[in-house]
């Protein structure tokens, strides 16, 4: 009970800020958002009333005799650090804003006179960033407590807590995704972003994370410098963005099965993306990204129908990932198609849909190092019959001609399946591509 009432209970702020007329225009604003607002003229006012109520967000303003407010933030920081820390800065107060970001560890800044639904915003989304983050830790905790409780249950409840136990480890594993794609991303809007399409899109279309990986292999294979990775990072993690406005049939739909109508709401969604973008200035070069990277080399694409080299180099290269892990997903043609049948598709394309060259690089990428691919927590090798050795460890189920099983995912091959393969692949005349799991000696 006492969680539940926690969850419902508004969220608790302290305005700083020694002008009056500045604390009341605030109130005001902020009078009917459902917090509960607590005021304080000066640093030690404001301590005062830390020391006494759970304030869950500080918003400060920079300047203010005595303690200012980036001394301010440094001690709520040192003494509540759960507590989330909010900068109102003037026009010309960087070196404040600079302070603060460095001694108080703030959460954003606002520049004074501020915009009424920004603020708002920037609001909402650290509560929900400082949510998310509570939810984890609690999550957290009590799967660790249902841990302990399991292994304290009879053996002949072995089928229950098997299943217990099963899901408990999908809960952890979605914590530990979550966590992880936050920690790589270190602008706020980004990770609110990413984490908002997450929860618009089904499980399946889910796809954020995966281009992230693939998109950061090739580009430390390209050796790009550290603006342009940087820039696909923040792509990677919001292309999909223009989509949150489609409705559940629209996004279940895949692109080769849609209706006129369906395909021009299709066609906006780079350029809407990009426009969601557009008032974060350090966005820029990823919303330009994002724009782009449904053009095609051979100027048949969309929103701008740009042609060859004027496509952007990161949008070019998105393209290429977010084909790859989509076909695999059955998000562009009515069916999931295999990692192999999606690199030859992506192979087949070069020239019309894809930049030539980078999809020859991409595809030998794919199939060399598998950076895509992770099961279990190891990473993945993609191989051919002629490449393996005995000992390795097959990591995803083998399915003949026919589509019957041939081996499970987890068996270890040894000199005499590595020639039984090879026998079978002369009777089919075709060559099969395996993902075995990837030991250091084999990544030499």
């Not at 399946?417 to 099969?432: A, G, S």
Request: one cysteine or more; charged letters at 25%; hydrophobic letters at 40%.
């Amino acid at each position: 009970m006492e969680d539940v009432a926690q969850e419902i209970a508004p969220a608790r702020l302290l305005l700083v800020d020694d002008e009056p007329n500045v604390l009341s225009a605030l109130s005001r604003m902020l009078r009917h958002e459902g917090y509960e607002l607590h005021t304080a003229a000066d640093g030690s006012a404001a301590l005062a009333i830390l020391e006494r109520e759970p304030i869950d967000l500080i918003l400060s303003d920079a300047l203010m005799p005595g303690m200012d407010g980036v001394e301010l933030l440094a001690r709520v920081q040192q003494q509540w650090p759960e507590c989330l820390r909010l900068l109102l800065t003037g026009q010309c107060d960087l070196a404040a804003t600079v302070r603060a970001i460095n001694e108080g560890r703030i959460y954003g800044y606002l520049a004074k006179p501020w915009d009424d639904e920004r603020l708002r915003l920037t609001l909402r989304q650290a509560l929900q960033h400082q949510h998310a983050q509570r939810e984890q830790r609690r999550l957290e905790a009590l799967t660790r407590t249902q841990n302990l409780e399991l292994a304290e249950l009879n053996a002949t409840l072995e089928q229950r807590v098997e299943a217990r136990t099963q899901e408990l480890k999908q809960t952890a594993d979605m914590l530990e995704l979550a966590f992880n794609e936050l920690r790589q991303s270190y602008v706020t809007a980004t990770r609110v972003f990413s984490s908002l399409i997450s929860q618009r899109l089904p499980p399946r279309f889910q796809t954020n994370a995966k281009v992230g990986v693939l998109v950061q292999a090739f580009a430390e294979e390209l050796g790009l410098d550290e603006s342009q990775q940087h820039d696909l990072q923040l792509a990677a993690a919001l292309y999909n963005l223009g989509k949150l406005a489609w409705n559940d049939r629209l996004i279940g739909t895949p692109a080769e099965q849609l209706s006129v109508q369906q395909r021009e709401s299709y066609h906006r969604y780079p350029a809407t993306g990009e426009s969601l973008l557009m008032a974060l200035e350090h966005m820029a070069g990823a919303a330009r990204l994002i724009r782009h990277h449904r053009e095609h080399w051979n100027g048949s694409g969309f929103p701008d129908r740009l042609r060859g080299e004027d496509i952007p180099y990161g949008a070019r290269l998105l393209a290429l990932a977010v084909d790859f892990i989509e076909l695999q997903r059955g998000m562009i043609l009515p069916r999931q198609v295999t990692r192999p049948q999606a690199l030859e598709l992506l192979r087949k394309f070069a020239g019309r849909i894809y930049d030539p060259a980078m999809c020859r690089a991409f595809v030998t990428l794919c199939l060399d190092k598998a950076p895509d691919l992770e099961n279990h927590g190891r990473p993945v090798l993609a191989l051919e019959t002629q490449q393996l050795k005995p000992g390795m460890v097959l990591a995803q189920d083998i399915h003949s001609v026919s589509g019957i099983l041939l081996l499970h995912e987890g068996k270890e091959f040894d000199a005499h399946l590595i020639d039984k393969l090879k026998r079978l692949e002369e009777v089919e005349d075709r060559r099969y591509t395996l993902l075995v799991y990837r030991d250091d000696e084999d990544h030499e």
